[in-house]
C-alpha cells in the first residue's frame, strides 16, 4: 500500500501505456533499490516486442553523452532510447531505456552474459571499473569487470616494461582474441584460486592446453 501510495501516480502516461505490470513491479523494485545509497543500477532484459533493452536506473539524471560512450566501450549498439522522469513526493529519478543491437560476431546469445554486463555497467557508473574499450570482454570473453581489470594491469604493467606495441594495438590484440583471453583468466584461477574446488592440477593443464591451440 505505501509503494502503491508513493509511485501511484509518479510514471507518465506513456510509461503506464507501454509497460507491463511485471515490468511495472521491476521498475519499482529498482527504484526503490537506489535509495539503498547506489546512484545507478542496471537492468538487463528482452521486452516484449524482443527487442534487447538495457534499462538504468538514476538518482541524478545522467546526460546521454555521458551514457553512449559507456555503452560503446562494452560493443553495444543503440538502436534508440527514451528517457523517463520518476515524481514522487519524495523527489525526482531517471529512467533511461535503451534498445541494443548485439556485437557483431557475437557467437553467443547476447542475454547470456546479462549478468556480467550489469554488473559491469554498474560498476563503471559506481566508479569501481575503468571506462575503456577492454570493456568489451565483458560481453565477447563472458568475463567480469574484476577479471577484465586484471588483463587491464597485465597490460600497463606491459607498457612500464617498455613493451614496443602503442597501447591502441596491445588493446587491438587483445580484444581480437575473446577466447584466449577468457583461456588466460581460467589459467590465472586454476593456479592461485585458494578456493579452487577441482583439481588444481588437471585445471591447469586444460588451461595450458587450451592457451597453446590458440596461439598457434
Known amino acids: 500500500e505505501a509503494l502503491t501510495t508513493k509511485y501511484g501516480q509518479a510514471f507518465p502516461d506513456v510509461w503506464i501505456r507501454t509497460n507491463s505490470p511485471k515490468r511495472a513491479v521491476r521498475d519499482i523494485t529498482m527504484l526503490e533499490a537506489l535509495s ?34 559507456v555503452l560503446s566501450d562494452f560493443g553495444l ?4 532510447s527514451f528517457a523517463t522522469l520518476v515524481e514522487t513526493d519524495h523527489g525526482k529519478q531517471y529512467i533511461d531505456t535503451f534498445h541494443i543491437v548485439p556485437p557483431r560476431h557475437l557467437d553467443v546469445p547476447l ?3 546479462s549478468g556480467q554486463l550489469v554488473d559491469a555497467i554498474e560498476a563503471v557508473f559506481g566508479r569501481e571499473a575503468t571506462a575503456d574499450p577492454l570493456n568489451r570482454l565483458v560481453v565477447t570473453s563472458g568475463l567480469s569487470w574484476q577479471e577484465v ?3 587491464r594491469g597485465y597490460a600497463r ?16 590484440i587483445i580484444l581480437s582474441h575473446p577466447i ?6 581460467a589459467f590465472f584461477q586454476a593456479r592461485l584460486d585458494p578456493d579452487l ?3 588444481r592440477k588437471r585445471a591447469i593443464k586444460k588451461a595450458e592446453t587450451i592457451v597453446r591451440d590458440e596461439l598457434r
Open 180 to 185: 584466449l583471453c577468457h583461456t588466460l583468466m
Open 197 to 199: 574446488t577441482t583439481s
Open 157 to 172: 604493467y606491459c607498457l612500464q616494461l617498455n613493451f614496443k606495441l602503442a597501447p591502441a594495438r596491445m588493446q587491438e
Open 36 to 69: 539503498m545509497g547506489h546512484d545507478v543500477l542496471a537492468d538487463f532484459y528482452v521486452d516484449a516486442a524482443g527487442n534487447h533493452s538495457l534499462r538504468l536506473y538514476q538518482s541524478d539524471n545522467l546526460v546521454l553523452s555521458d551514457i553512449l560512450p
Open 77 to 80: 549498439i543503440v538502436v534508440d
Open 111 to 113: 542475454m547470456s552474459r
Open 149 to 151: 581489470d586484471v588483463l
